[in-house]
């Protein structure tokens, strides 16, 4: 018998793309209107929708006849074969396609406007670089470190007279045991200022006995040293007389010549001897 008739008998027959089956199920009919836009698909040749038994998108069969759900189970195609599948009891179940393709599609396209509107204003903000850290003033800076300016104790003069001014005109700030508004705002201008200049006060300080500091010289320093380095000097032991001392930051000449003859010629020949015998 010819090989190509053998293959051609033994090749399966095509299958149907869709299932063809007379069952109903029992339960009752899904109503597409009822159905949210995002759990049913009508475009036409892949009308799909999500089966209230198992949450799966199901394929619908005989949409020009009687619409319903093809036979599915309820796990993944993808899984093993050795386990067991169970037939999910929305199969065969009737759907009631009662709206039309055209109102379908504009309410899902006004759905996912409203959708990428609403996912448009959860976007992130604009990253925003983060500030420079502020770096004190060096220390060698200090010194040069003003005292308060006239127009920073002017404005803490002004301040304060500001306070009093207020206190004798008000009723409530005149008691000291509560304050108005305007009150504790004067009082709150009249605490920063004071702060700042007593950070400027303080500051200037700082600096000053910094630069009034007395710096040890040199020569203080040699002095403090000089007893224990006089010390060392005294019980250093003196050289031998075969010791040549270092001078020029050179040391003594080095041997060229091995000191016994015999014993380096030997050595060298035994080393010899050995590479021969590894080679």
């Known amino acids: 018998m010819p090989t190509a008739l053998v293959s051609e008998a033994a090749r399966a027959r095509k299958r149907r793309r869709k299932t063809r089956t007379k069952k109903v199920s029992p339960l009752p009919a899904i109503v597409a209107s009822e159905l949210p836009h995002d759990e049913i698909d009508l475009t036409p040749g892949r009308e799909h929708l999500v089966c209230p038994n198992c949450a799966r998108w199901t394929p619908i069969t005989g949409v020009l006849g ?46 996912v406007a409203i959708a990428e509107a609403t996912a448009a204003t959860r976007r992130a903000t604009k990253v925003l670089p983060k500030k420079p850290t502020v770096v004190p003033t060096p220390v060698h ?9 006239s127009h920073l104790l002017a404005a803490q003069a002004a301040a304060r007279t500001a306070v009093n001014e207020h206190r004798a005109k008000c009723k409530v700030c005149r008691t000291g045991q509560t304050r108005c508004p305007d009150g504790r705002e004067l009082e709150i201008r009249m605490g920063h200022t004071d702060g700042s200049v007593r950070l400027a006060i303080e500051q200037h ?12 010289p040199r020569t203080q320093q040699w002095r403090r040293v000089d007893s224990p380095v006089s010390r060392v000097d005294t019980r250093r032991h003196p050289l031998p007389p075969e010791i040549k001392p270092l001078t020029d930051f050179r040391g003594p000449d080095v041997p060229l010549l091995p000191q016994d003859p015999n014993a380096h010629d030997q050595r060298q020949a035994e080393i010899g001897r050995n590479h021969a015998r590894k080679a």
């Open 66 to 111: 009687t619409p319903k759900l093809v036979p599915h189970h309820t796990e993944s195609a993808h899984i093993a074969r050795t386990e067991k599948l169970h037939r999910c009891s929305g199969t065969n179940r009737q759907v009631v396609i009662d709206i039309a393709i055209e109102d379908w599609r504009s309410e899902r396209t006004q759905a």
């Open 205 to 216: 300080e700082s600096a000053l006995r910094a630069d009034a500091a007395p710096s040890i």
């Open 141 to 149: 800076r200090l010194a040069s470190m003003p005292a308060p300016s």
